[in-house]
């Protein structure tokens, strides 16, 4: 199992990133993944999970209404679409397999830098 992100960077508060974590070594349309953050100095927050089909996706309060989540079972890959970005949005971002569909991430990718700041 492979889990690799991308699409991290710089950008300015009230601004837009779109995240990308490409999946390989398992059926990827089977399964829940979702993104967890880790903010410098801080523990690990949930952020978004979506289900195999892509029909179900649940959000963290912080990110409601301002990040989306979205899959390409095509492709496998995960996107997470975030927009007006705030400083506290400032984290590593991981991609994880959800193996049971309860939260339970088995694999992980190596995570990409976002860094919201003027």
């Known amino acids: 199992v492979q889990l690799v992100e991308s699409g991290g960077g710089l950008v300015q508060p009230g601004g837009s990133l779109r995240l990308s974590c490409a999946a390989s070594?398992?059926?990827?349309?089977?399964?829940?993944i979702g993104w967890v953050r880790q903010a410098p100095g801080k523990g690990l927050e949930w952020v978004s999970d979506?289900?195999?089909?892509?029909?179900?996706?649940n959000y963290a309060d912080s990110v409601l209404g301002r990040f989306t989540i979205s899959r390409d079972n095509a492709k496998n890959t995960l996107y997470l679409q975030m927009n007006s970005l705030k400083p506290e949005d400032t984290a590593l971002y991981y991609c994880?397999?959800?193996?049971?569909?309860?939260?339970?991430?088995?694999?992980w990718g190596k995570g990409t830098l976002v860094t919201v700041s003027s």
């Open positions: 979506i289900s195999g089909g892509g029909g179900k996706a």
């Open positions: 070594g398992f059926t990827f349309s089977n399964l829940y």
């Open positions: 994880a397999r959800d193996f049971t569909g309860w939260g339970e991430y088995d694999y």
